[in-house]
């Protein structure tokens, strides 16, 4: 059974960083795109980045490129987002997802399990 647990979210001020953790189990990650994605209240799911877990190969939302890493520690089976110069807009719910294709996506439909979210909020 595939599972996928996030960590690492919290209440932080503008400015400052976090990483997440996804801690995966259940299967082998090697053949399968890991993503992160956000959701505010009552709106859509939407792309922060994705890698696929073999290559390591990256592909991020505009609104994060620069300034946010998608990286993974195979040792360790968990998938990271380090964001960096964090504000207000970025107060959303964070949920790591997983596809078993060696192809990113960056709709969430595309992907087959993800985890319970981990909240952050980025205080002014």
């Known amino acids: 059974q595939v599972q996928l647990v996030e960590s690492g979210g919290g209440l932080v001020q503008a400015g400052d960083s976090l990483r997440l953790s996804c801690a995966t189990s259940?299967?082998?990650?090697?053949?399968?795109?890991m993503a992160w994605f956000r959701q505010a209240l009552g709106k859509e799911r939407e792309f922060v980045a994705a890698s696929t877990w073999s290559s390591g190969s990256t592909s991020y939302a505009d609104s994060v490129r620069g300034r946010s890493t998608i990286s993974r520690d195979g040792a360790k089976n968990t998938v990271y987002l380090q964001m960096n110069s964090l504000n207000p807009e970025h107060t959303d719910v964070y949920y790591c997802?997983?596809?078993?294709?060696?192809?990113?996506?960056?709709?969430?439909?595309?992907?087959?399990?993800w985890g319970q979210g981990t909240q952050v909020t980025v205080s002014s």
């Open positions: 259940g299967r082998t990650f090697s053949g399968y795109a």
């Open positions: 997802e997983a596809r078993p294709l060696q192809h990113k996506a960056t709709m969430h439909h595309l992907y087959a399990y």
